[in-house]
């Protein structure tokens, strides 16, 4: 079964295109966290950011980029969040890569926010570093 965003890109689903080449589509999200809040995909059907190719990794943020540049410039964003979830437990509710370009326009809008803890002498970080660069090999 193909996942909602296969269906836009085979153009099943209507969309409002924001950008669109071989490789990329860009589409206004239909909840709009915020007026022109965008989704920017792969067209080839890749699960997450884990398992997409460098390349197309690349292309989707190059799209991103620009699209940021142009809500500050056009939309008078103040800001933007731009993010990607990957697997149910980040929050992926679509199995298919996006990345969310979220434009700010002012204080209290519910910019996206991570609570920064004290580890202190929590957590051995030298052994975490040990064990994330040793999953990079």
């Known amino acids: 079964m193909k996942d909602v965003f296969c269906r836009i890109i085979e153009g099943e689903i209507p969309s409002n295109k924001v950008y669109e ?3 990329v589509l860009a589409i206004l999200d239909i909840s709009q966290a915020t007026r022109g809040h965008t989704l920017v995909m792969p067209k080839a059907h890749y699960e997450s950011i884990l398992d997409t ?3 197309i990794l690349h292309k989707v943020y190059d799209v991103a980029q620009r699209i940021a540049q142009a809500m500050v410039a056009e939309l008078g964003a103040k800001g933007v969040n731009i993010l990607t979830n990957a697997k149910e437990m980040a929050g992926q509710t679509v199995p298919h890569f996006h990345v969310h ?21 929590k957590e051995d970080l030298p052994l975490l570093v040990a ?5 990079m090999d």
Not at 101 to 121: C, D, L, Q, S, T
Not at 131 to 135: A, E, F, Q, V
């Open 21 to 23: 080449d071989d490789d």
């Open 131 to 135: 064990k994330i660069t040793h999953g």
């Open 101 to 121: 370009v979220i434009p700010r326009y002012m204080a209290g809008e519910g910019g996206f926010m991570i609570e920064m803890k004290n580890n202190e002498g």
């Open 53 to 55: 190719p460098k390349a």
